[in-house]
Structures are given as structure tokens and as C-alpha cells.
């Protein structure tokens, strides 16, 4: 069996805030931010996916995980040339 990790940014509509984290099961993960059963983003929902990254290792995970809770989300997807703005006026 070979399986995917993912580092992703969401994005709480309700309290214009941006979480960053990693997981192996991306659907599961996302299902649980939105469902309330995390600290971290109990009271956020409804959470967005705003960008995921797929790596072959959690270590490679990891690391994008830090690197953009260091430099900030919004500031990682301007790096990116990533457009949150147009972005959020189709999602909000």
C-alpha cells in the first residue's frame, strides 16, 4: 500500500483566520475541523480548503507545515502568486 500526505490551508469564513496542518487522510481531517471535534478550530467552522499539497513522505509534510506557519498562510500564498482574494469572493 502507498499512501499520499497532505500539508493544507483552511480558511475560517467565520472568523477570517487561516489553520495550517498535515494529515494522511485529507477528507477525514477536513470532516472533523468542520465538525467541531478539534480544539484548535472548534470554533471556526465552516472551514474552506483553500490550497493542499500531496507529498510521498510525512517528514516532506512536515516541513511545508512549518515553513508556512512560520512565514504566515496569507504571506506563503503570495508567494505563490495565489490570489486569496479572488478566491474568497468565490467562496464566501
Known amino acids: 500500500f502507498f499512501f499520499f500526505f497532505y500539508t493544507y490551508i483552511l480558511y475560517s469564513l467565520s472568523k477570517c483566520k487561516f489553520y495550517v ?51 504566515g498562510a496569507s504571506r506563503f500564498l503570495e508567494s505563490m502568486n495565489f490570489d486569496f482574494n479572488e478566491w474568497l469572493s468565490r467562496h464566501a
Open 21 to 71: 496542518g498535515q494529515t494522511i487522510d485529507i477528507i477525514f481531517f477536513f470532516i472533523r475541523h468542520n465538525s467541531g471535534n478539534v480544539k484548535s478550530t472548534k470554533y471556526g467552522f465552516p472551514w474552506k480548503i483553500v490550497f493542499y499539497f500531496e507529498f510521498d513522505s510525512r517528514a516532506e509534510a512536515m516541513d511545508l507545515e512549518n515553513k508556512i506557519k512560520k512565514s
